[in-house]
């Protein structure tokens, strides 16, 4: 299935990009979508955390994707 998959904040700045197209097995799992993007984009191991959101909620990982979803990574984010 084919997947689109939106940056935010650093993380756009680490892959320079705001959007990517990933394909992948059905019955995909965030967890699986997880390791997946941290093989194409190696540079997100630089992050301590960063949040999955699927269809604009935040995701858990055992939560199946679909090939309509949308995927969004938000970065962690600090205020003062």
């Known amino acids: 299935m084919t997947l689109k998959v939106l940056f935010f ?8 990009a705001n959007e990517t197209i990933m394909n992948l097995q059905k019955n995909t799992t965030v967890a699986d979508f997880k390791k ?3 093989k194409s984009y190696p540079v997100l191991e630089k992050l301590n955390s ?3 959101a699927v269809n604009e909620v935040y995701a858990q990982d055992l939560l199946e994707l679909n090939s309509t979803d949308i995927i969004a990574i938000i970065p962690p984010v ?3």
Do not use: F, H, P
């Not at 904040?9 to 320079?16: A, E, F, K, N, Q």
């Open 9 to 16: 904040g650093i993380t756009r700045d680490l892959v320079g």
């Open 36 to 38: 997946a993007l941290k």
């Open 50 to 52: 960063y949040a999955i």
């Open 78 to 80: 600090s205020g003062g």
